[in-house]
């Protein structure tokens, strides 16, 4: 099983961390794993995004052409990254932050979830990201929500450990959701 | 087994310096290497070793020459144009065969160009870069686990032969995250220096080095000596990867991220009914000409895939002697090329070979 995910979002929503969660959470569990992010010249507003690949073989190639999955953020990622998921594929919205005509124009499968807004419930948008991922989770099955708490211990710096329930409550609400 | 870590290529490569036993770091900010340099600002300290930021990309590479010249294990790194400002300094540290470590993690060019990846550097490391009859040891890793093991074989490598040993990957494999085992690879042992300059002591003689030496028949000499060095390097330290060659109609030639593509293009290929090798030179310098060149004998064509304008061609050419057709499908500018276009490529080179 191989699945090629990209992450995407503005600068700050936590596209990057959600991915390197991902890929330690899959290392975790024994897979080969990779995580690339985009670094060329952002601008502030601009799209930031992520390849992670979570495999049971050899990783290949870690750039993604076509993507079993685009979690995406906002709307420019939606209208950048829809075009590269396969047909097979599904997308991930945060319909917070895209405009519902948007996603209903989609020809491609999507999940629309209003993460930004429930994160906000929780306290915080900076839990939208993992809120999702708590959406991917009970879509695919591919990794269990305990290999993404022990990941949050790893990507976390330990200052940061006691938001290690919180993040675990944002990702559980998102399973549920 | 130890434990698996996700990291990132950059921090990788400077854990792996200090591993070797680096206690010297010269640098100068640079995208997309710069996190070697953080790495090391906060390691170096901690376990007595230097961290120094150079006032610029030439102070920095004759900090290495200095430190090295001592017997330290010392290591500069930067990308494309930083490396270019280090030529000077690379070519004088040849001369003067003292050990040195370089990082190159490629980005675009020609000139300031753009930060990301690219191995147009190709020539640049292989062929000379500065000026003189002189090499470095080039190793070219495509994985992350790579960057650890060849970083450390570097620093061997550089100690063995008293010259450079060039690390060159490129922008991706320095941003992309893997998982890294930093197991026991091999020996990192202190290589006896008794050419170093760091005080008499017992030994009843001083040590000199410089790279000047205005007596031809001298110079000549050491010309000499250099080259019988580089036929030696040659006889031993050639590596390289052969992936699904005994039965390939055409091989392809690639390294760094892009033979990592190749990977992905073979099993597309497959499903077509067209069987892809896949040779990776992990030394680029020295090249394996024979071990590319020998199956000449059984495919149709090879084609060398490159992220610049076609440069290691020519090696593949020279391995290939006239025996077989050597095509070139590359991108620039900081295009990857995707499994797509490669396999429209081979598919297009086979029509041609068949007719």
Known sequence: ?177 | MGEKVLMKGNDVIAEASIRAGCKCYFGYPITPQTEISHYLAEALPKIGGVFLQAESEIAAINMVYGASSAGIRAMTSSSSPGISLKQEGISYIAGAEIPAVVVNVVRCGPGLGGILPGQCDYFQATKGGGHGDYHNIVLAPNSVQELYELTVRCFNLADKYRMCAMLMADGSLGQMMEAVEFREIEDIEAIDKPWATNGMGTRGHSNYISSVNVNPDELEKLNQRLQAKYREVTKNEIMYEEVNCDNADIMVVSYGTTSRIIKNVIKDARKMGINVGLFRPISLWPFPYDELGKHASHVKAFLSVELSAGQMIDDVRLSVNGKKNCYFYGRTGGNIPSQKEILDEIVKILEKEDR
Request: aromatic residues 6%; charged residues 20%.
């Open chain 1, 1 to 177: 099983m191989q699945y090629e995910i990209i992450i995407a979002g503005f600068g700050g929503q936590g596209v990057l961390s959600a991915g390197r969660l991902l890929a330690y959470a899959g290392m975790i569990e024994g897979k080969n794993v990779s995580w690339l992010p985009s670094y060329g010249p952002e601008m502030r507003g601009g799209t930031a995004n992520c390849h992670v690949i979570i495999s049971d073989d050899e990783v290949g190639s870690p750039i993604i052409n076509h993507a079993d999955i685009a979690i995406c953020m906002n709307l420019p990622s939606f209208e950048k990254f829809e075009k590269l998921v396969k047909d097979d594929g599904f997308i991930l919205a945060d319909s917070s932050m895209i405009e519902p005509l948007k996603l209903a124009s989609s020809h491609k499968k999507h999940h629309d979830i209003n993460a930004t807004e429930r994160a906000f419930e929780l306290g915080n948008k900076a839990y939208a990201n993992i809120f999702i991922l708590g959406k991917l989770l009970a879509v695919t099955k591919m990794l269990t929500p305990e290999s993404i708490e022990q990941a949050l211990y790893k990507v976390l710096p330990p200052k940061k450990h006691n938001l290690i329930p919180i993040e675990m409550k944002a990702l559980k609400t998102g399973m549920e959701n």
